[in-house]
T-cell receptor, first 112, second 113 residues
Framework: KNQVEQSPQSLIILEGKNCTLQCNYTVSPFSNLRWYKQDTGRGPVSLTIMTFSENTKSNGRYTATLDADTKQSSLHITASQLSDSASYICVVMKGGSYIPTFGRGTSLIVHP | DAGVIQSPRHEVTEMGQEVTLRCKPISGHDYLFWYRQTMMRGLELLIYFNNNVPIDDSGMPEDRFSAKMPNASFSTLKIQPSEPRDSAVYFC???????????FGQGTRLTVV
């Protein structure tokens, strides 16, 4: 079964600190991996997309990494801000399919 | 563009009643997805359409759920009769064929009491 597992399930950090969220997947064949940010009461919004040949991609303070060999991705948030409090969802697209597989997300809370 | 528009934002209904959720995708997007999100299961794909045609409805939990897309700018998800376990946030998303990024609406929070 194609799965996307995320860890930790939830995370609390102080404003200004860095954090790293993990995503492991078994989806095969692999097409691409996206990280979405979902603010409370809103729909998910794409942060980054990574294809098989990409190892690192940044979007401001967000940096995603991908190791296609070990089927692992991470999302690193630098100098966290209160507005980073949200759920972060890892989504993997299977090659040849239009149906993405979603992880359950990591709930991040940034405290002042 | 206003993005994907869903209505209502919140719906509270009694068990056994019919519920209809509505979605207007982004103009020009030829794929439309209906998702359900719960704390326990995260985001689950219910059904998706391509050019208004239902392609895969294997995620629809029961016959009580049905979805239609009568034209490129409108889709509905209907639950009849509704049950308390249907309580969740229902999202509609759309995308184009060439871009795998799905754009989500703000969701409809459904509570069945």
């Amino acid at each position: 079964k194609n799965q996307v597992e995320q860890s930790p399930q939830s995370l609390i950090i102080l404003e200004g600190k860095n954090c790293t969220l993990q995503c492991n997947y078994t989806v095969s064949p692999f097409s691409n991996l996206r990280w979405y940010k979902q603010d409370t009461g809103r729909g998910p919004v794409s942060l980054t997309i990574m294809t098989f040949s990409e190892n690192t991609k940044s979007n401001g303070r967000y940096t995603a990494t991908l190791d296609a060999d070990t089927k692992q991705s991470s999302l690193h948030i630098t100098a966290s801000q209160l507005s980073d409090s949200a759920s972060y969802i890892c989504v993997v697209m299977k090659g040849g399919s239009y149906i993405p597989t979603f992880g359950r997300g990591t709930s991040l809370i940034v405290h002042p | 563009d206003a993005g994907v528009i869903q209505s209502p934002r919140h719906e509270v209904t009694e068990m056994g009643q019919e519920v209809t959720l509505r979605c207007k995708p982004i103009s020009g997007h030829d794929y439309l997805f209906w998702y359900r999100q719960t704390m326990m299961r995260g985001l689950e794909l219910l059904i998706y359409f391509n050019n208004n045609v239902p392609i895969d409805d294997s995620g629809m939990p029961e016959d009580r759920f049905s979805a239609k897309m009568p034209n490129a700018s409108f889709s509905t998800l209907k639950i009849q009769p509704s049950e308390p376990r249907d309580s969740a946030v229902y999202f509609c998303a759309s995308r184009t064929t060439s871009n795998t990024e799905a754009f989500f609406g703000q969701g409809t929070r459904l509570t069945v009491v």
